[in-house]
């Protein structure tokens, strides 16, 4: 299964989901219209999908695409965060990697604070 993440600054992003739990929870509540957040070389966006922890990681890499349960939360990682130690990526806390950008993930980068995000399958 794809998805695609729509942003006016990145056009359109697909986004190769794994077979977990989060995943398919995700891929019910598409399509999701969301406000984007930065933290570092990370976007984040809230969600209305309400998901506890899967196999929780708090180290992941660049193109990882997380859902962060405690904010309701999709995160797409693309470089350090401010929890970064030297050349790690590290999440505020932990997540459920649910899929991986296809294509170079620091796409991401361009997204700003406040762009609207729509996240929607791909049939």
């Not at 939360?73 to 806390?93: L, Q």
Request: contains cysteine.
């Amino acid at each position: 299964m794809r998805i695609r993440v729509v942003s006016d600054r990145i056009g359109a992003v697909e986004i190769e989901l794994f077979k977990t739990h989060t995943a398919r929870a995700i891929w019910g509540a598409l399509p999701i219209r969301s406000t984007a957040r930065r933290w570092g070389d990370e976007v984040y966006f809230p969600t209305p999908i309400k998901l506890d922890l899967e196999d929780g990681v708090e180290s992941v890499n660049i193109g990882d695409v997380a859902y962060w349960p405690p904010e309701q939360c999709i995160c797409i990682f693309f470089g350090p965060t401010p929890m970064s130690r030297g050349k790690e990526i590290r999440a505020y806390s932990k997540v459920n990697v649910f899929g991986r950008v296809a294509g170079d993930a620091r796409v991401f980068d361009r997204v700003e604070e406040g762009d609207r995000i729509l996240v929607e399958p791909l049939l």
